[in-house]
């Protein structure tokens, strides 16, 4: 994440992250059990936004029942995704900023995003997710428990924020398992590696459910518009300056008082972002204290 909290979606645009293909050509756990949409609670026809995608092996696994839009910050990911699904919408854009509309789609879903969790962006694709018609789910494995629990606490936190239900469930699926995955669990259990990439197993894997509601979709909606504004008003403030932190500092999380700098200059332009948004001065108040509140769960990260 940037260096304020407010100032993120411009540069994020322009610059995403570079990641390396792995070589390797899989994730961890890639599903080979079309059953998996129906166990994940996804329905028929229903439009799904797979943010953070990397190989596109769940999104593929969704799409021939489902309508959907396949993303990576990595244009390496999304165009080895599109040279072999030609069925989804394929987009180069970090996940912290989508979606973008008001019930465009109905869940937005990821497996194991953790480069989101480990620097925090994973707070703003929760919230953006809440103006989906039915909010975000989150597949993982048990293979890293301490990033599942970070997942977990910051799915509450945000959740709580706007009134948001979180539930976690589990579900068995034929998987292949990545060689490097596979190498390392035989290491750890002293055994001959027996297993090869073309050998489904049976795995356990949780779901994190986090649903919106018509008071958390608006409130999502509102914030993300309060957002957008103050990140243009801090750019014309600091005009110069502001391009300088933004390129030093592409992916790091807030420090409370560079947030708490940002927090009380919004406070100071309530009238005209409420004049400009259409929002009672009251509504955009709420807003301001929910950005803050987020902001802080960055503190804890």
């Known amino acids: ?101 008001n019930g465009t789609y109905d869940w937005s879903f990821s497996f194991e995003p953790f480069p ?29 428990p301490a990033r599942n629990t970070q997942l977990r606490k910051i799915a509450s936190q945000v959740a709580s924020v706007y009134g948001a239900q979180v539930t976690e469930t589990r579900f068995s699926a034929d998987m292949l398992r990545s060689l490097d995955t596979l190498r390392k669990r035989a290491q750890s259990d002293a055994e001959n590696l027996r297993f090869s990439e073309a050998s489904p197993v049976r795995e356990t894997i949780n779901l994190l459910t986090i649903r919106t509601n018509p008071a958390a979709r608006r409130m999502a909606d509102i914030d993300a518009s309060v957002m957008n504004l103050v ?6 403030r600091e005009g110069k300056n502001y391009a300088r932190v933004n390129q030093r500092n592409r992916v790091i999380k807030p420090t409370k008082q560079i947030t708490q700098k940002d927090y009380s200059f919004a406070l100071t332009i309530i009238p005209a972002l409420s004049r400009r948004l259409g929002l009672s001065e009251r509504e955009t108040l709420q807003s301001i204290n929910r950005l803050k509140k987020m902001a802080d769960i960055y503190s804890t990260i």
Not at 231 to 236: G, M, P
């Open 231 to 236: 990140d243009k008003e801090i750019k014309q």
């Open 116 to 144: 989101l969790v480990g620097h925090g962006g994973i707070i703003h694709t929760i919230s953006h997710s809440l103006m989906n018609k039915g909010g975000v789910k989150i597949a993982y494995s048990n293979q890293d």
């Open 1 to 101: 994440m940037p260096l304020s909290f407010f100032r993120r979606r411009a540069h994020l645009k322009k610059k995403v992250i570079p990641w390396k293909m792995n070589i390797m050509g899989t994730q961890d756990y890639a599903p080979r059990d079309l059953s998996v949409r129906k166990k994940m609670g996804i329905k028929q026809g229903e439009r799904v936004l797979v943010f953070a995608g990397y190989f596109g092996e769940w999104a593929r696994a969704l799409t021939p029942k489902t309508r959907v839009t396949f993303t990576d910050p990595s244009a390496e990911y999304t165009r080895a995704f599109k040279a072999h699904q030609s069925e989804a919408r394929v987009k180069t854009i970090p996940g912290e900023i989508i979606p973008t509309k």
